[in-house]
């Protein structure tokens, strides 16, 4: 039986703002799945691998290759696709992003020597034979080389909207990005590297999202050590800062993660602490970042339970970003988002 398991509190805003911010809530659901993704050298993943309009659930073994989708569906996630992965074996990194335009989840592979390998999504969460990206045209001679150093980072979003996911680049020691961008037609080809101006220094993760609603990706770095989150547009090759502000979000053991929670199309910001979610900043068209909302996110049968991770995605369909709790022993369990809009 479903019940309403968050108690949300209001700190520190006006008596106005605690009617509206206290409008968010989720509801869990009992768990699915047991024993799911806890090999050794296993990731989780989250995407529409099949492209309903409904995120899923993937784990991939990089020591083996194998890959497994759990599809999800509007009361359940259900349905188990088995794939194998070869050319993802020992991956530096496993990028998620939609490289094609057909609204489904691909997979690019980058190992550790550089090479890159793309797996194109197609029906019912199963995927081409994987292609090698292509040379970049221009001033990058091969996609090979291109954030492959020690100190460089990928980053996947659609920074110039047109729907086809772009690859970033971001240099943890200068703040330097660069961005190779994706091309219409061509799913396993970018186009030329482009230098972004006025960037900014980052020592924490970049992570992206949309925040302004204009439907181009945006990107936030979060510093753990200062607590500081900045949050900046990126539009004709420039990076303009929107938003820079502190989080008592610093926590050895917390990170900030970004979701929908409210269906509005702007992302709202989530502080969360191992196994639960402290915190939530909405995010509105009128009004960035305010009232933080008081939330944890505890098992349904155990409350003593703690998540290995939280993850976030819209597992049933409604347009709101619902959270994913992955237990110790593999369970799997849903907390449907009851968010209104502000």
Known sequence: MLKTFVLLLCVGISSAEFVTATKCGFKVRKPEFLRYCISPGSRMYIGDFDGDKHDDVMCIDLVSGDM??????VSTIRKKVFYNMEACIGAKYVLLGDFNGDHRTDIICQLHNGEKYIYLATLNGSFSTYTMLNAVTYSTPSVKTFCTQSNYRPVIGDFDGDKFDDYMCHETTTGRMSII??????ADL???ESMLKDTFMCRGKILTGLFNGDKMCDIMCHDKTYGTIVIASVKD?????MYNSTWKCIERSSSVMFADVDGDSYDDLLC???????QILRNTRNKMFYGPVEAEFYPEANPNKIYYTVETGDFNGDGKDDLLGHGFDGSLQIAEA?????
């Open 68 to 73: 497994s989708i759990i599809l999800s569906k």
């Open 181 to 186: 961008y994706g091309q219409k037609n061509v």
């Open 190 to 192: 970018f186009r030329e």
């Open 237 to 241: 090759d420039h990076v303009n800062i």
């Open 272 to 278: 969360k602490q191992t196994g639960k979610v402290l």
């Open 338 to 342: 009851l968010c209104l809009k502000l």
